[in-house]
């Protein structure tokens, strides 16, 4: 009796790390390898002031990336969070600005037995 309940422990135990695994690896992939035209997307790129240069369009990013997450991150879980934080690239303060060159987005996920996933990426303009 008692191996039969260490081996539905196991069991149990085994499913329940494959879960964890299939879903904190996923999410790392749609975080990874996000495209790079969600953010190339964004990028203002006319009517451009030389001196400033180009910048994010906050308003098309946020779209961008919320539609890309929505569309990927149901197959793993439900329960996600996006947070943007536009800063300046030199120093890394905020960027109250509507031209902002750097945005960092973190992603937060809660997935299996109460685990949370938590990445940032970081994206900066800058010119040659």
Do not use: C
């Not at 695994?21 to 975080?31: A, D, E, M, T």
């Not at 879980?77 to 987005?105: I, N, R």
Request: glycine share 2%; no cysteine.
């Amino acid at each position: 009796m008692v191996a039969i309940f260490i081996a539905f422990l196991v069991a149990v135990l085994s499913f329940n790390f494959f879960v964890i695994s299939y879903q904190s690896n996923g999410i790392n992939r749609l975080v990874m390898y996000a495209p790079l035209s969600l953010f190339e997307t964004a990028i203002v790129l006319y009517d451009i002031d030389p001196e400033e240069g180009p910048y994010f369009d906050k308003e098309v990013l946020v779209n961008n990336i919320t539609d890309y997450f929505s569309f990927h991150m149901p197959r793993y879980t439900e329960d996600y969070q996006l947070s943007y934080y536009y800063y300046k690239p030199g120093d890394h303060s905020l960027d109250m600005s509507d031209h902002a060159k750097a945005v960092e987005v973190f992603v937060s996920a809660n997935i299996a037995m109460n685990y949370e996933y938590k990445k940032t990426m970081y994206y900066e303009i800058w010119s040659n």
